[in-house]
């Protein structure tokens, strides 16, 4: 997916690559890839960013939001780590589709369905 980086008012272009994992159905995972720099992975929550599409998501870490250009609608993403911070802006209609196409393969909703909650409390409580 093609974003911009933003700083002030200047906009860079960067590609990013947006990834859903089935078996990992809470996340998605946005890596950032510069050109001529290393790609910078994040790993972000499926339900926040279709929160962003609409209002104001997110605390801390990762924030996503709506805002209106013009005449179009875009989202804007903002990563913080390490008193750092990157803010990105991403068409609205392209990320809402790709999140629809997630749907196909894990509905929203139903992420912790499959989930053996037997063997993820016996794991979380020390057993085997």
């Keep these: ?59 801390g870490d990762v924030q996503v939001w709506p805002v209106r250009i013009r005449r179009r609608w875009v989202v804007r993403i903002r990563l913080q780590a390490c008193g750092t911070s990157a803010l990105f802006e991403a068409d609205l209609r392209c990320l809402e589709e790709w999140l629809h196409d997630t749907d196909a393969a894990v509905p929203m909703g139903e992420e912790l369905n499959s989930l053996d909650w037997d063997a993820a409390t016996s794991y979380l409580l020390g057993g085997s």
């Design 1 to 59: 997916m093609d974003i911009y980086q933003l700083w002030s008012s200047f906009r860079r272009p960067i590609q990013a690559d947006f990834r859903f994992d089935p078996d990992d159905p809470l996340v998605v995972t946005v890596a950032f890839l510069p050109k001529d720099e290393p790609p910078v992975m994040w790993r972000v929550c499926r339900q926040l960013l279709y929160a962003g599409l609409v209002e104001n998501s997110g605390i």
